[in-house]
């Protein structure tokens, strides 16, 4: 026999009724009333798993449950009346202490491994098997948007334009980059000198940046990093890798409660944004060997870098939330390598 | 054994005595204090001698806190096994793993000595997940592709209330208090004002009207529940809202203007400084909000009290952040249970006589696609 104590309750009424239960072998299920056991004259449809040590819950075929705080008696119970073996492979994974503390190490290591290299590899992955015709029509829109948000109509004098296409049009055939990718000029005005690619192969180069080079082996150089952003398909690997991030924070912060919002979207946005500047050093790389094949110096992408900085009001002290890595270590990079 | 002296009691406290004495073992003990109660009420009632107080005479009111028995070491394990199960299945598995973790927490809360249950099927959320999900990779890629045409999305405002309304429904009709279950009776077109047309108007009234809407809201969804078949009722004024974010959009902005301040010295002091007001606005919006919400809701003649800080919760809020961002997110479960027994520790409700006359009601199926759909868009309604 198994005694629990409990609130006994009516099929759909409130009224509680505070009591001992008596679980006889024989399946007879017994109340205490009145110091009097008395039959409770149904039997049991299901009981709830064990969590934890929260609550339990004995449902009985009339609709009456038995509301009790006493889990180990009712886990003998259960044992007895066909339970769910799922349940209970659950929580004997939860009170195993090694195996608690093994999955913590493993979780950590998925986790970190996942966000530095699982996920990553798999967005390349992906976007390689991604069609290239549904590749190249992403972002469409965007350059209008641009338009209508920052840009004006480029001043730059035709010469110098031809002249800047032509060299574009060299670059992609020496590059052999199988996408139509096509230069635009624009008046960046309060956005400035920058240049930007589309995963369309749209690559915009803003009138302020053509004027701060000094020559055009450093735009050159500019233009080289964006074709590296396109070829490699930096916008889709991003969106893929974000969304997976997204996903994973999800699964970590858990389904209770509405103060772990906050504290989850600050670690997506942090990772995000090193993802950002992982797929900015790869561009980077692209472009120093682009212009070391065309014997062009290095310097003049350090330079051209140094110069961005420079038109730009900037701050190193937040590496750590910006979209780039920082100037001085990107120029490091051109010289190391 | 020795009784206490019971007629030098207090109404009040005799009736505590009542609820805690043990009857089955000490009947002669309990009969003792009935008479005593019976004693003092007709004293009372003699004093005051109005018919109605006659009525109520046996009515009295109990101060039950709402109490939370769970624990981090505990909920922990829970919580890494739910983790760990969810990556190998790819995130198939955190439908099943809600329904642990809320199992967890409402069966480890308590209200008058009964625990709450959560009874929602994880293979309908798994449902609904899916089709969140599936929503939401669509509405990334447009976002992130096709920018100029994020606004079909302005199609999903008129479908939100009816989300809102779903997810409540689910939400509610899987709650269960003793045997009777909570349920929400909102239809689209209440939700209508609250969700899709007042917002509308939000940049044409510089978003003073915000405080309105949440009040609206909040209307909606407690004067639409019910437990059993009883409604909750909800009486509370805008200018209440008003007050609190007025107060906390106060803090917002002194914390910018000490934000400009340190930021010419030190960038990152800066964005600390605006990071912290940040979370002691929200935290102190949280606090304020639920105070006026609880303490204006009234099920039949019991009411309710919340008495949360907005201080008390940003301490928790920071700690949190901290803790959870320093461990690489295995403090979470701490957090969690750290949340849930604050929450409770404020909240009380003034139960008048018993809870014990209230009736299930009939209950058609219902998905769990409203409530996924929501968890994903983070528009979390939270009491």
Redesign the interface.
Known sequence: MIQING?Y????????Q?SSFFFYPSGDIFI?ID?AQRPIGSTIDNI??R???????IRFAN???I?SFDNDAIDQIASRFSSNPGHEI?YL???KMKL?II??I???G???S?ITHGIPFLANKAAVAIPKSINNS?????L??LDKLYFETSNLKQEQRELLLNEFKNMSEELQVEQTLILHFRNGSSMGANAFSL?SGDIIVTDQLVELADNNQQIISVLAHEIGHVVERH?LRQ?LQ??SI???V??????????????AS??TLLIQANYSRSFETEADQFAIEYLRKKNIPEKAFSTMLLKLENSHSS?D??SFLSSHPMTKQRIKNTESN | MDNPNYQNYSLEELYDALEHVNE?EYPERTEIIRRCITEKERGRDASKGTSQEQNNAYVMTKARTFEF??NWQ???????????L??ITL?IY?AW??V?????????T?LD???F?YLAKPVAILKGRIIA?IF??GY??VD??????SWIFVVALPALPLLITRSLKFRLRNTM????RFNYHGKYADALMAWTALPVLLPFTLFLLYPYIVLKRKMLFINFSS??ATRFKLNAISGDFYSVYFRAGGIYFLSAIISGFLSSA???LG?VAIAFGY?YM?ASI?AGINNIVINGTTLDSHRFESNMYGDELFG??VM??IA??ST???A??W??VR??KYRASCTKMYVHGD??????QALDDDQAFGEEIG??F?M?I?L
């Open positions: 609130n309750f009516v099929k759909g009424t409130s009224q509680k505070q205490d110091n709830s798993p969590v934890g040590s929260s609550a339990r819950y609709g009456a449950k509301e659950l994974l939860e009170s608690i999955m913590s493993l979780v950590i998925i986790v970190v996942g992403l972002g469409r829109g965007t209008e948007l995963p916008s969106v974000s969304m997204v996903v994973l999800s699964i970590m912060s858990g389904d209770v409660g509405t103060a772990s919002s906050l504290t600050l670690p701050d002290t937040l | 089955e028995h769970g505990e909920y922990f394990k829970i919580w890494i096994v739910n983790v760990g969810s990556i995130g955190s793993a809600k642990r973790s809320k199992k967890y927490f409402y069966g480890n308590l000595g009964s625990a249950e999900v939401l990779i990334l890629s992130y592709f096709y920018p100029l045409y208090y003793r045997n009777v437990f059993g030190f960038v990152w964005v979370l929200t949280h928790i809020y949190n952040l959870i961002v690489l997110g295995l979470t479960p957090a969690m949340v849930a809870l014990s006359h209230y009736i299930d968890e994903v983070d979390e939270a």
